[in-house]
């Protein structure tokens, strides 16, 4: 598709936009000189991102006093996002602006493609994603797969956390829908993955999250409207977090975080709420890529006939002949392909 050419009074917006932000970059750092002139700024030291908004970034002190401030960027400073460690200069002023000078490096970073196509990060220094379903809004085995897939290519340590589980009991919800879920969750039980069953309004529940969630730094992920938000409340009470309802034409969420936040457990560890995301798209990565992403793939690539086989029709293809053999599920190789053909769109 040929690139759209922009009209005359398109392009004089995107540079008068384009202007005005290099404008209040040169006034921010002439700002910062100045403080730094005046001796307004601390000694530098290390710090977290515990929210990002824009140019600017709300960092936490790793150092005592432990203080919390928003902070400029430095014009050098790569892209930042929450739960990256920088180094940083607090304002001496409590209600000054401090200035963050440089990011320290990552040891994971979880990211998606926007609707341009252009990588965004979400996280960093995650150690667990917690893909958060739940009965209501109806889970789907290629949604599952998509986070799962971005998971095992980042190295970052998936948990499927069955929020609402409480609608699986007691007739509370139809017979067939219930044996559709727990068949859909079957599956990934039985190639590994941890399955976490639990409610926001169930102490028991919540107690074996808390324990997974412990000393450990984990984000939240998943559609809108499976509970996300109401679960931190619950672990995390005094934090509020807005909760939507579910839409009554279409049983999905209604978006109820915009930015992603940091929080910290008393017992141990840390959380960062994402802005919830009902497309994961996996544009990024490569067909090869993809199929790496399927855990239980791993004993037959490399083995097919052909080095450029597809794993549809070609003949020698080891991972058809797995499926043949019930060694990989039906479901989960229709579920590759559907991810990879959706790389065409």
């Known amino acids: 598709m040929s690139k759209r050419k922009l009209s005359r009074q398109q392009q004089w917006r995107i540079d008068k936009i384009q202007n005005e932000r290099n404008q209040r970059a040169l006034r921010q750092d002439e700002q910062v000189s100045e403080h730094f002139a005046e001796g307004l700024y601390a000694e530098l030291q290390l710090g977290l991102i515990t929210a990002h908004f824009g140019r600017q970034v709300e960092v936490e002190s790793l150092e005592a006093p432990r203080i919390k401030q928003l902070c400029h960027l430095r014009a050098k400073v790569d892209q930042l996002v929450t739960g990256d460690q920088v180094s940083?200069?607090?304002?001496?002023?409590?209600?000054?602006?401090?200035?963050?000078?440089?990011?320290?490096?990552?040891?994971?970073?979880?990211?998606?493609?926007?609707?341009?196509?252009?990588?965004?990060?979400?996280?960093?220094?995650?150690?667990?994603?917690?893909?958060?379903?739940?009965?209501?809004?109806?889970?789907?085995?290629?949604?599952i797969d998509r986070y799962l897939v971005a998971a095992e290519h980042t190295g970052i340590t998936p948990i499927l956390l069955l929020n609402k589980w409480d609608l699986m009991q007691d007739g509370k919800m139809e017979t067939e829908r219930q044996a559709k879920v727990r068949h859909?969750?079957?599956?990934?039980?039985?190639?590994?993955y941890t399955l976490l069953p639990t409610s926001a309004y169930e102490e028991t529940a919540l107690l074996a999250l808390k324990d997974q969630l412990k000393d450990r730094v984990s984000v939240f992920v998943g559609q809108s409207g499976v509970g996300k938000s109401s679960l931190i409340n619950a672990l995390l009470p005094g934090v509020d977090l807005r909760v939507g309802a579910l839409s009554a034409e279409t049983?999905?969420?209604?978006?109820?975080?915009?930015?992603?936040?940091?929080?910290?457990?008393?017992e141990g560890g840390q959380l960062i709420d994402s802005p919830g995301i009902r497309e994961f798209s996996l544009g990024f990565l490569t067909p090869q890529e993809i199929a790496a992403g399927f855990r239980e793939f791993e004993p037959y690539l490399g083995q097919c006939r052909f080095r450029d086989c597809k794993h549809q029709q070609d003949p020698g293809c080891a991972l058809q002949a797995a499926v043949a053999a019930g060694q990989i599920s039906t479901s989960r190789f229709q579920s590759y392909h559907h991810l990879v053909a959706s790389l065409q769109n």
């Open 88 to 143: 940083w200069r607090p304002h001496q002023e409590p209600q000054g602006i401090g200035v963050v000078e440089a990011r320290q490096e990552r040891r994971s970073l979880l990211a998606r493609p926007d609707t341009r196509g252009v990588m965004k990060a979400i996280a960093a220094n995650v150690d667990q994603l917690l893909l958060v379903i739940a009965p209501e809004p109806e889970p789907f085995a290629n949604l």
């Open 184 to 192: 859909l969750l079957d599956v990934y039980t039985q190639l590994g």
């Open 251 to 266: 049983r999905k969420g209604r978006h109820t975080t915009t930015t992603a936040r940091l929080f910290h457990f008393a």
